[in-house]
């Protein structure tokens, strides 16, 4: 049976006549009757009996009943998904980035966009940068968020947001009432900062290059989370990137910029040539507008 037919017969069961089921259909009463003689002869079998001016299913028709509204209800559920998904409300996004950005702008966007979005799927994944790279390239996530500096020919980058390498320390500390500290004013400092295998202990290390500083790097991390908690329990001062601070801005804790200045970005990765769902693009949008600390959406 071809799906014309069953939309047919179950017209017929709902309305109980040839009439009815021509009018819920839109159709002329004539091709009502003739796909209902074909189906009945191409199976072998009557379907309905005339009984006072309506049409009486017969016992098969009545066993073949629950099979075809099970048909109407999953067309009807595609139906209803595909205008959501043309509106943005249904769908699945993969998004990953390192922890720092992922647990700051990634889960900012996220809890204002599922305020708008609750049928959308969203996985947060929190990765490497190689393996971010990697994912996106292969387009097993939609996209990415890392440090900038990033030249891949199967990904369109974006800057998400642009920043340099900051100081944090507690609020009542002395140099809190700076707007900005010297690389000097550190040297004596226990630092909290990142372990030799991060690309960005090379930056903070250049700090001290340029003032010939032995600085006292005894705590040191793989993730800008645990430096922060460290100062908050007061065992020193952390020299790590801006995105993380900027995005959860912890009681009790101020971030001074760093001097000389050591900049950094934060950079929106997808795969090239893909078309973005509706709810994609609302999501890229909202992500865009916390990156520039906006938090007011939703």
Known sequence: MKLRQIEVLHAILQTGSVTGAAKLLNVSQPSVSTVLQHTESQLGMQLFERAGGRLKASPEAEALFPEISDIFRRVNRVSQNARALAQGRLGRINVAGTLALSNGYIVDAVSIFTKTHPDVDVT???????????????????????????????????????????????????????????????????????????????????????????????????????????????????????????????????????????????????????????????????????????????
């Not at 290390?205 to 908690?229: G, H, K, M, Y």
């Open 124 to 298: 947060i994944h929190a990765l490497q940068t190689p393996d971010i790279i990697e994912r996106v390239v292969a387009r097993e996530l939609n996209l990415g968020v890392c440090y900038g500096g990033i030249n891949h020919s199967g990904l369109e980058t974006e800057e998400l947001a642009k920043g340099a390498m900051i100081c944090v320390m507690p609020d009542h500390h002395p140099l809190a009432r700076k707007s900005h500290v010297e690389i000097t004013d550190i040297a004596g400092e226990t630092i909290i900062t990142y372990d030799d295998g991060d690309w960005l202990r090379a930056k903070v290390e250049s700090l001290f290059d340029e003032f010939d500083l032995q600085p006292n790097l005894s705590l040191q991390v793989s993730q800008t989370i645990t430096a922060i908690r460290l100062v908050h329990q007061g065992v020193g001062l952390a020299l790590v990137e801006p995105f993380y601070f900027a995005a959860v801005q912890p009681p009790g804790l101020v971030a001074r910029p760093i001097r000389p200045v050591q900049q950094l970005s934060a950079e929106l990765i997808r795969p090239t040539d893909v078309v973005e769902s509706a709810a994609l693009s609302a999501f890229v949008d909202i992500l865009r507008s916390v990156a520039r600390g906006d938090r007011r959406q939703g």
